[in-house]
């Protein structure tokens, strides 16, 4: 289990850290700000869901891992936007808000395929 946790760590890195860098880093003006956009609606969301879906396979040792792209995510913004503000505050809450909820209907849908 510590081998999945340190992998998906090190994927959400990758999504929430890596992603935003480069794209402030070698995409210029609209086009960066279009490619923000995209990670903060499309691709940011759907991780979130995908590792909510998949912690739902094992809660009791995978419960954390909806909550550490969000940690990521807010430390990623705020260092390469704009520290302290408040609307990336807003995206980390929703993208906690997906994981956990991805998570929860995970497990149902488990609980009720093995009855």
Known sequence: ?????ILWLAVS???MLALPW????FVKSDAGMAVSFLLFFA????????IGTCAGKDVRR????????PVLFLAGTW????????AFIMYGAVY????????L???????????
């Open 1 to 5: 289990m510590k081998k999945d946790i």
């Open 13 to 15: 890195a990758l999504v």
């Open 22 to 25: 480069l794209s402030v880093t």
């Open 43 to 50: 691709v940011d969301p759907l991780y979130s869901v995908i």
């Open 62 to 69: 995978l419960w954390s891992l909806p909550v550490i792209p």
């Open 79 to 86: 260092i390469f936007f704009h520290m302290g503000e408040p």
């Open 96 to 103: 906690l808000a997906l994981g956990m909820a991805a998570m």
């Open 105 to 115: 209907i995970s497990l149902l849908v488990r609980k009720k395929v093995q009855r």
